[in-house]
């Protein structure tokens, strides 16, 4: 599946011919004597290859030396670092909107360099806990968060406390293998009394023989079982 490490990869190497499908796809025999990856943008379905394969082939071709005017800029791309690129503005600086003015976060317009790579950084931090969590599990063991970010992801939890916000969620770990093999995690964040309620879920995950995972206030409270 093409995801920006890959991309990364590709655009090192020293280029490749693409075979794009069409309708049912390739003859078998030559996809087993001559193709060497066979690459997919995702679970879904198109008439043929040609659309997945300019998608590719712009991705790859950003990062080529001499492709943007600003050699570092995809570098704080979304997945450059593991995490969701942070929100952008332009111009106007104040947008009117019939629900009020919309103004462009004054930290932007401060000319702060330090503050305005923070602000970035948390708010990159706090759409990928948002959106995309296991992102943010991902960056954790790969070492790629700092003592700052920690703090600010704790602070965000507090902060979703303090509002009473709570989830419960129960991905398959990995992917259709793991759907296949009974790989259950059931993760729960709130208060220890909202993750208590969820004890019947996991009772049944532990019944079934898949391992679980709860845990609730950003590591401050977790429960493992294989």
Excluded at 83 to 104: A, M, N, Q
Aim: charged content about 25%; aromatic content about 4%; some cysteine.
């Amino acid at each position: 599946k093409l995801d920006q490490a890959l991309v990364r990869e590709l655009a090192q190497g020293e280029g490749a011919v693409l075979l794009c499908g069409r309708y049912e796809g390739i003859d078998q025999r030559v996809l087993d004597r001559h193709v060497t990856m066979e690459i997919s943008l995702g679970d879904f379905v198109l008439s043929g290859g040609e659309l997945p394969a300019i998608a590719m082939l712009d991705a790859l071709t950003r990062l080529q030396e001499g492709v943007l005017n600003d050699a570092a800029s995809h570098e704080q791309d979304s997945f450059s670092d593991g995490l969701l690129d942070c929100p952008h503005f332009s111009r106007p600086e104040v947008l009117e909107t019939p629900e009020g003015p919309l103004p462009v976060p004054p930290v932007l317009l401060s000319g702060h360099h330090a503050e305005i790579a923070r602000w970035r950084r948390e708010r990159s931090l706090a759409l990928t806990q948002g959106r995309r969590p296991e992102l943010i599990e991902a960056a954790r063991r790969e070492g790629k968060l700092s003592k700052k970010d920690e703090k600010f992801l704790s602070e965000l939890a507090a902060q979703a406390r303090a509002r009473g916000l709570q989830f419960v969620d129960a991905p398959v770990s990995g992917g259709q293998a793991g759907a296949v093999n009974g790989a259950l995690t059931v993760m729960c964040g709130g208060e220890a009394a909202a993750c208590n309620r969820t004890s019947d879920a996991r009772n049944q995950c532990k019944d079934a023989d898949a391992g679980w995972v709860a845990q609730a206030d950003h590591h401050e409270e977790s429960i493992h079982n294989e």
